[in-house]
């Protein structure tokens, strides 16, 4: 690989990965800036074309906004080099897609939206707002979803999922 087709920060990964190892945590790809997190940060440019065949069989997550140019195309480069799962976090709306899982493919294009549990981990990935800021956008949003929702269902199930997501989110549920 050549050092000049490689976003910054890759070309420690490519080196690892050239000596048989890899990162053991996930490696998150930026296309928003520097990240302070302890995972490996990986800061790419939407605009450039990259090698990202450091990334066969790791776990990656792509970190970016909702008006990211060439997502689509960045994504399918990405994926294209099988990583192990690949998620796309959109750090502006607080939520994201899995692309692909564990060696599993969503049929759809456009892959399958995160479950709760993984977007409250990610809470405050890649923006300018306090986690917990972030938790209270997420919860908002859940428990706006959960209401537009539960005429569809009988209501023990609904106070069973009212029960399940005041657990998850303790007290940005109720503020919510």
Avoid at 35 to 41: D, I, K
Wanted: with cysteine.
């Amino acid at each position: 690989m050549n050092a000049r087709d490689l976003p910054y920060g890759a070309r420690e990964i490519a080196e690892l990965r050239s000596t048989g190892k890899r990162p053991a945590d996930m490696v998150l790809v930026s296309l928003v800036g520097p990240l302070r997190e302890t995972n490996p940060v990986i800061v790419a440019q939407p605009s450039r074309a990259y090698d990202w065949r450091f990334l066969i069989g790791l776990h990656v997550a792509v970190v970016v906004e909702t008006d990211t140019p060439n997502l689509p195309g960045i994504v399918k480069a990405i994926e294209g080099e099988n990583p192990a799962t690949l998620s796309v976090w959109f750090a502006d709306r607080q939520d994201g897609v899995n692309i692909a899982l564990h060696g599993y493919r969503p049929q759809t294009k456009t892959g399958r939206r995160m479950g709760i549990m993984q977007r409250v981990a990610w809470a405050g990935l890649g923006s300018d707002k306090s986690a917990g800021e972030c938790l209270m956008l997420i919860a908002s949003k859940t428990k706006r979803r959960a209401i537009e929702n539960a005429g569809r269902f009988d209501a023990a199930l609904v106070e069973m999922a009212q029960a399940g997501f005041r657990r998850i989110f303790d007290k940005a549920w109720e503020a919510a």
